[in-house]
T-cell receptor
Framework: NAGVTQTPKFQVLKTGQSMTLQCAQD?????MSWYRQDPGMGLRLIHY???????DQGEVPNGYNVSRSTTEDFPLRLLSAAPSQTSVYFC?????????????FGPGTRLTVT | KQEVTQIPAALSVPEGENLVLNCSFT??????LQWFRQDPGKGLTSLLL?????REQTSGRLNASLDKSSGRSTLYIAASQPGDSATYLC???????????FGPGTRLSVLP
């Protein structure tokens, strides 16, 4: 099992550019989520999905879009990058309802917007 | 709205010491609590998961306790080693939704 994988590891964008951060998991987890991590603020939830075709907003969704066409993949799209979106982005997955809800994280994407 | 805090924000100890990291949450109606370790520039690694019905969990030199009524969890690290140096985060899942709320983390340095 590769677990949760994210690409790219690093990215530099100019203001106004768009891009997609990729996330994939091979554990057949129903639930996937995207977080951003900023110094002193902990991890904040951007969007999440409870299964293929179902997505919902988290705490800080503005400026980001997601879709979930397969169980394995959960890409995060930045529509028009802004300097405030400079952050480290983490994708996570876990099993669906009941059980332990233990989360598994990817290695992160470090994004800089200039 | 659930809020999670961690004290201290940073801690520096000599090798071999036993230490305690604290996590507090405002809403006691939690489903579970998870402790993570994060090395610089890396992702999060799960250390321990405590269900709401449990009082503690142990893994090697790590012991995590949970007191729901007081809104607190502690992570106890025995006989600390320089390799334990990392940021430790706690996250709680409440009974209402699907998501976890994270604390800001405690940055631990264990000096040789």
């Amino acid at each position: 099992n590769a677990g949760v994988t994210q690409t790219p590891k690093f990215q530099v964008l100019k203001t106004g550019q768009s891009m997609t951060l990729q996330c994939a998991q091979d554990m057949n987890h129903e639930y996937m989520s995207w977080y951003r991590q900023d110094p002193g603020m902990g991890l904040r939830l951007i969007h999440y999905s409870v299964g293929a075709g179902i997505t919902d907003q988290g705490e800080v969704p503005n400026g980001y879009n997601v879709s979930r066409s397969t169980t394995e993949d959960f890409p995060l799209r930045l529509l028009s990058a802004a300097p405030s979106q400079t952050s480290v982005y983490f994708c996570a997955s876990r099993q669906g309802g009941g059980v332990s809800y233990e989360q598994y994280f990817g290695p992160g994407t470090r994004l800089t917007v200039t | 709205k659930q809020e999670v805090t961690q004290i201290p924000a940073a801690l520096s100890v000599p090798e071999g010491e036993n230490l305690v990291l604290n996590c507090s949450f405002t809403d006691s109606a939690i489903y579970n609590l998870q402790w993570f370790r994060q090395d610089p520039g890396k992702g999060l690694t799960s250390l321990l998961l405590i269900q709401s019905s449990q009082r503690e969990q142990t893994s090697g030199r790590l012991n995590a306790s949970l007191d729901k009524s007081s809104g607190r969890s502690t992570l106890y690290i025995a006989a600390s080693q320089p390799g334990d140096s990392a940021t430790y985060l706690c996250a709680v899942k409440d009974n209402y939704g699907q998501n976890f709320v994270f604390g800001p983390g405690t940055r631990l340095s264990v000096l040789p």
